[in-house]
């Protein structure tokens, strides 16, 4: 489930015009910390339990993660339901 890059993170904080103060205030987790989870394009050097705070905070914001594929990974927003 936490299975999401830097590059997704960053992108989803693109997506939702959030800074990373935004992100970190509403995942309840510290600012450095987010900023360390975008610094690499791969899989984030943070914590599983932060990295879930993190993919959470973002899907109720909207976000969609999208697994690799044809394309690689990604995000988007949610589909109304």
Sequence with gaps: MNGITGAQIRAARALLRW???DLAKAASIGVTTIRR????????????????????????AGIEFIARNGGGVGVRFKKPE
């Design 19 to 21: 800074t990373a103060e």
């Design 37 to 60: 989870s975008e610094s690499e394009d791969g899989q984030p050097s943070i914590t599983a339990a932060n990295l879930k705070l993190i993919r959470i905070t973002l899907e109720d």
